[in-house]
């Protein structure tokens, strides 16, 4: 079972308004991957840490994305501006390595735009 | 870009059918291949994984084998159970391409096994 945590499990936000998302990664593991999956079981990368520093983000995070994973507090992940567009499940993973390891994932959060 | 396609839409098979579940894939280099399956409510869980050519994953009874002559990881149980049903995706990273930590996801196959 996930040892991820990711909180709230639903959010619903009207257009524009901010969204904001938590994921406490598994113990030990430095790398967190942010992914968007949509009503059709699409998988987008949008982001990912190694500790607290960004390894590498998709254009869209870079405009009303943004996310940090401070040391000692959970990671999060906040629309500046919600759009309709944006409902989906938002998928925080965890790892050991960047590249060989497993990733863990967490339950996600729906988030619903209205 | 990568790309994993596999069996799209929905598998309907009975208690202790045979399963298989077609994955191939489109990459630069010389991926690891992966099966997650993913229940209702939860974050996809990794079935196991393979990285190089004749390697079989294998877990809860499920198996495939990485054919990089066919570009295929097909997934196959030989008896399936009511428990099983679940949304099951083949998924890759890339070491020789930029991103090589992130997965690409094929569209997901969900598999219902009625009793």
């Known amino acids: 079972n996930s040892k991820v945590i990711q909180t709230p499990r639903y959010l619903v936000k009207g257009q524009g308004q901010k969204a904001k998302m938590r994921c406490i990664p598994e113990?030990?593991?430095?790398?967190v991957f942010w992914y968007q999956q949509n009503k059709n079981n699409e998988f987008k990368f949008l982001i990912n840490f190694q500790n607290q520093e960004v390894l590498q983000q998709i254009d869209m995070t870079e405009k009303r994305f943004s996310a940090e994973c401070p040391s000692n507090s959970p990671c999060s992940l906040e629309i500046q501006s919600s759009e309709a567009g944006d409902s989906a499940l938002y998928l925080c993973?965890?790892?050991?390595?960047?590249?060989?390891?497993?990733?863990?994932f967490g339950p996600g959060t729906r988030l619903t735009v209205l | 870009g990568d790309s994993v396609t596999q069996t799209e839409g929905q598998v309907a098979l009975s208690e202790e059918d045979f399963l298989t579940i077609h994955c191939n894939y489109s990459?630069?280099?010389?991926?690891?291949l992966f099966w997650y399956v993913q229940y209702p409510g939860e974050g996809p869980q990794l079935l196991f994984r393979a990285s190089r050519d004749k390697e079989k994953g294998s877990s809860r009874g499920f198996e495939a084998t990485y054919d990089k002559g066919t570009t295929s990881f097909h997934l196959r149980k030989a008896s399936v159970q009511e428990s099983d049903s679940a949304v099951y995706y083949c998924a890759l990273s890339d070491m020789n391409t930029e991103g090589a930590d992130r997965l690409t996801f094929g569209k997901g196959t969900q598999l219902i096994i009625q009793p």
């Open positions: 990459a630069s280099g010389y991926p690891t």
């Open positions: 113990k030990g593991h430095p790398v």
């Open positions: 993973a965890s790892s050991w390595d960047r590249y060989y390891a497993e990733q863990f």
